[in-house]
């Protein structure tokens, strides 16, 4: 499992310097690989628009 960037992502860039593994990409809407999300939830918390969500 890991957490997921859905479509609400405005590329706002502020989750990707959070994450301490280095799990997010940027893009028209950014993405985690879910290889190396820790489950942290750092992202998630940062995220204004509330795209970020754990996955199922
Ligand atoms: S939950 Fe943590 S490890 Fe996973 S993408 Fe977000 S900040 Fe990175
Ligand atoms: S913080 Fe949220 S809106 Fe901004 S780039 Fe990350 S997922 Fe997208």
């Known amino acids: ?8 992502c405005v590329a ?3 989750c990707i310097d959070e ?3 280095g799990a997010i990409s940027a893009g028209d809407k ?3 690989n879910p290889d ?3 489950e942290c ?5 940062v995220c204004p628009n509330e795209a ?3 996955g199922e």
């Open 36 to 38: 190396e999300c820790t």
């Open 41 to 45: 939830g750092t992202c998630a918390s």
């Open 1 to 8: 499992m890991a957490y997921v960037i859905n479509d609400d």
């Open 12 to 14: 706002c860039g502020t």
């Open 30 to 32: 950014y993405s985690i």
């Open 19 to 21: 994450c301490p593994v």
């Open 52 to 54: 970020i969500h754990l």
